[in-house]
């Protein structure tokens, strides 16, 4: 099996473009994913299982059912602007051949419906946040790079690493010929942050010529924090991070 | 080689349903499955070997061999009901792509002899049980739910987290387009629970429209120790489950 | 890659017999697997890789090179018995996985060559051994195990569990409809074990109808030893065994 | 993908020799490939990413961005002597199979092109170095162990572990019927060393027969520095290397 796409339909689009958001660093890709996804009525139209994913389940107490999951949303625009192919889900890959395998299943249906461009989207971890949280780009090439700066106002250049889906989506867009951006935002990131995601949506948005509407997106950042929850999860994040910075190994 | 199957029969079944009853919590889904097959005649037509199962063997003082091996075997119906793919087996597979693999298998060959609603069975593990145990069910949809809720009085949806196999037969079902109910009945969970698989049996028999005779589950509870006890296991189990779950990662 | 066999020639053999011979407790297996091949004038016909096999090289003052590998070859009678089959390298493979896939490799060679058993050599780890070791056997069936038990007087059936590949080959080879039994013989296990060798060959000469020169056994054992030596891994045997003993887990 | 090789162009070579440069122990194989790419004008033809890399990214101030990736470069010369590819790259993979994997890929693409030698660089670590760094040889063969012995005055044959791809070129070379040979130079090992590249390039050009200014081997040098620096990896090395060895297990 290793990684598994199962589609439900196969959509024709304009010239899309891939957003990532699974989850992450203060869930800015993940809250920002969901809320694009309910705002602009993102019709589901594959689901994704990899072996990597942790085997449980997880059930609520009105009967739901939760596994390790990811899914794939498109949005058709009428306005005539590029449609968007949204990458959801509840969960990285454990491990690292997993990870690498499902960037690559995504980047190949992406690429197959035509997309030339990934965007992905992420928060950066800090102590604190005061004012307005900075943003980070970095980007597969110069064009993309300055497109990325020009987004949201201050954007500076990111230095330094970047881990899992985030990093890898761009790292692996630019072997394969596609462009490909990467937005962080100033995160304390152990909880879902509606502050860090409307800035990643608002970039979205500008860089799609798109409009959306923000008032919402506390809404989509408590739907976040309540399937955390239900997971028991939320306190362990911070850890969690800590211990996959500290497993990092660059083998020589 | 990672799962492979070797089929002796491949038999022609009458809307089946599969039983998974692999070892677990209680070993509730194990000794049913045992019970069942005994009680039912059930006839043995795959084995199956995982490259993930432990590479040792064990030896019994006469002369018997065991292997970590699954199995699966099938009951024909002469009363009209619906038939029975049962999966036993002795070991669940040691990692996470491992547990995929070979559930997935078990859900191809499932599918492949008509198979369209999946039950698993498991134990919910418990400081201790006083009068008659609780039962919690979870499902793949919500007409399997409510039906599995009706199966024993007192039914309750089950909220939390089911892992390994038993939880990933209904995720997996669900991503298939397979109805799939799990139900967990409470234990103490250190040892074959005769109480706890009686009641499960109870459920499969009433699901079923099967006669099953129960007074024959302390024989099979005890046969399942046996087979633990050679494999000199039964005292580590509840330390295995907790490391397990410590083990626990959802990965962002 | 994982495990890949190259061959340099495909011998027409008389009902081969496969006799594994890799490092294990005693080395009794590796020890007389030598022996057979420089006794009865083996030749080499194919080599094993497996990417579950450490990834180091190790240097001889002389220039000698050796990198982890397992070796197959062939032994052809002119006395009208049953050729051999023989199994012999400097290692097994580092995981669970890489074991069932080596062992699944080389049965389906032993296999495409005529070989309908398969017999597997060990030591049983002993705080020491006074006068003649004992034996034990283990086989798929009663037939296999009743001869296996008449080679040397005295053999008991084996009780316990048989880690590693020694028990894998049987275990896999009950799956096959291959028949395999197991001779392990009581040794210290630090070091190669020449009076351990000498017995498990004895039973291999008795139960094939060969005659082979037991004299040389110290060289034989004496040479394994070198190349433990010049591995700089004799010391650590124990230990590894016992590391390897308690990362048994029986997983439920 | 496992590891998936991307060309932009398939040279045809004059009998090339493939030069393995990825970093190790003193980078002397990195610095080594670098200077050669530079030096020679060594042209890119093919990138390649294995799973088994860490799934991280690395951003520099100027919007650099690098993943973990190996390049394949080649030479063609002028002057009628054998051509080279280059194996370049900024990490090994991460896993005992990934790098079997990435070199078994490698000598594919090597073999492909033509190549029947292909030679390993590497560093020999020591407490201290004083004066001429000593040199050591090792080799699938004795035509080749010779060769290699004479390339350098006072390069004695290696004794002793070769870990990672250094020794992994050879072993498996041997196995495809390719001539290889190891060439390791003291080094404390720690940092880029110049020193010690610099005698490695220099039998190198000697084997090839090439004119190699080593005046810049300095400035390869510090670009290897600063892509280590730029991934906040130098102080660790020493530790990895330690962990490494530690890490041995010859699996009996």
New interface residues.
Partial sequence: ??CSV?FTEKPQLNDPVLIEG????G?VANVSALHLISELHGRKFA?I???????????????G?S???NELYYVKRSDGGRDLVIWYGN????T??????LC?KVLDVAQELGCRVAVSLGGFKREEVKGAPGVYA???D?VS?KEALGLVTGTR?????????A??V???S???GLASFALLVDTVGLYPDPVASKVALQAVAKYLGLVVDLSGVEGSTNQTKKMLES???VR??AD??KKEEEA?????
């Fill in positions: 099996m290793v199962a699974l989850p992450g660093i869930f689901e299982v990899s072996s990597s994913f942790q085997d449980f389940a997880v059930l609520t107490a009105d009967g059912w596994s390790p999951l969960t990285q890959a454990l690292t051949p997993g990870q690498y395998e690559g970095a980007a597969t110069e790079l250049v990111m230095v330094g690493h970047i881990f899992g889906v990093g890898l761009v790292g692996l630019r072997l394969r997971f028991g999860l362990n994040i969690e991070k990092l190994r660059w083998f020589i």
